[in-house]
């Protein structure tokens, strides 16, 4: 049988890494937070969007906004643009893949909706293309990349860059940070 443990823990000590560096992200995360409250008390809604396990962390976080995340509470309006595979395949097959988030935000985003784009590498072309496609329709850009940033976190208005270059630990912090602020928003609608 081989030797599982150097694997494990080379894992657990980059991930407890880049969790400890979080805590120099709490100031951005209450911004983000607070973008999220506002927008949803003002009755618009959140819009995530993604690639492979970032499009996983999208559907997760969208289920936690609109059915619950520790609470229940009233639903509140939520959307992840990776979930209709009509919708994904026609428009990549017609169009190709580079718009497809932007064409979603162009027909679902009014004015004060929060986009969310999640890009471990930050260079993610759709992803990139939605983020400007949100801010052109008046949203607040919120980016979730990696410690190297990239195009998403100079577009975002608010871009959480997960203090790690290794992808699943920035997949990792993003997953926490979006359940922090899941856990926010939703404190303040179960009182």
């Known amino acids: 049988m081989s030797d ?8 657990l000590r980059g991930h407890r890494d880049a969790i400890a560096k979080l805590e120099q992200h709490r100031e951005l995360l209450q911004r983000i937070a ?7 008390k003002a009755g618009r809604k959140i819009l995530f969007f993604g690639n492979g396990g ?16 520790r609470h229940n ?9 990776t979930c209709d595979s009509s919708i994904l395949t026609a428009h990549s097959n017609d169009f190709g893949f580079e718009s497809l988030f932007a064409r979603q935000i162009e027909a679902l985003a009014q004015p004060g ?11 993610s072309a759709n992803v990139v293309a ?32 997960a203090p790690s270059l ?11 940070a979006g359940h922090l602020l899941c856990g926010f928003v939703e404190d303040h609608f179960s009182s």
Do not use: N
Not at 4 to 11: D, K, M, V, Y
Not at 142 to 161: I, K, R, T, Y
């Open 113 to 123: 909706d929060i986009a969310v784009g999640i890009s471990t590498s930050g260079r």
């Open 4 to 11: 599982f443990t150097p694997l494990f823990e080379e894992h």
């Open 130 to 161: 939605g983020l400007k496609a949100a801010k052109a329709k008046g949203c607040v850009a919120v980016a979730f990349c990696g410690e190297a940033g990239g195009p998403c976190s100079e577009l975002a208005d608010l871009c959480f860059q």
């Open 34 to 40: 607070q973008a999220w409250l506002d927008a949803l």
């Open 54 to 69: 970032s499009a996983a962390d999208a559907q997760h976080l969208a289920a936690e906004i609109v059915v619950r995340y």
């Open 73 to 81: 509470r009233m639903a509140l309006p939520a959307i992840a643009l």
């Open 166 to 176: 290794i992808t699943a630990h920035i997949q990792e912090c993003h997953l926490l």
